[in-house]
């Protein structure tokens, strides 16, 4: 099992960036695939951002490639979404959630273990 809390969330304006981060808890962090997800009003959670075990591999949602960077450290055991050039559509709570799959993984059910959400807000 994992624990996730999230954290790094606020009120920025467009064009601003903003790092977020994800600190898990337990000794198996690096056994777990992790990701981020964000879920505006009104919408269903998306997919945003996912890191391999390892930290080699990465895969982005089309709306933020480019803009977002997913990295991880496992010896802090925390995984960090670096967020340039931000928008307005990217406001949303931004979750952290964790998955043994090795191969990548999108959907929410896909995922096990989520942490209790960050706010961004993003001003124009």
């Known amino acids: 099992q994992v624990q996730l809390v999230e954290s790094g969330g606020g009120l920025v304006q467009a064009g601003d960036s903003l790092r977020l981060s994800c600190a898990a808890s337990?000794?198996?962090?690096?056994?777990?695939?992790i990701a981020w997800f964000r879920q505006a009003p009104g919408k269903e959670r998306e997919f945003v951002a996912t890191i391999r075990q390892s930290g080699a591999g990465t895969y982005y949602a089309d709306s933020v490639k480019g803009r977002f960077t997913i990295s991880r450290d496992n010896a802090k055991n925390t995984v960090y979404l670096q967020m340039n050039s931000l928008k307005p559509e990217d406001t949303a709570v931004y979750y952290c959630?964790?998955?043994?799959?090795?191969?990548?993984?999108?959907?929410?059910?896909?995922?096990?273990?989520w942490g209790q959400g960050t706010q961004v807000t993003v001003s124009s």
């Open positions: 337990g000794r198996t962090f690096s056994s777990y695939r």
């Open positions: 959630a964790s998955a043994l799959s090795t191969t990548v993984v999108t959907r929410t059910s896909q995922y096990d273990y």
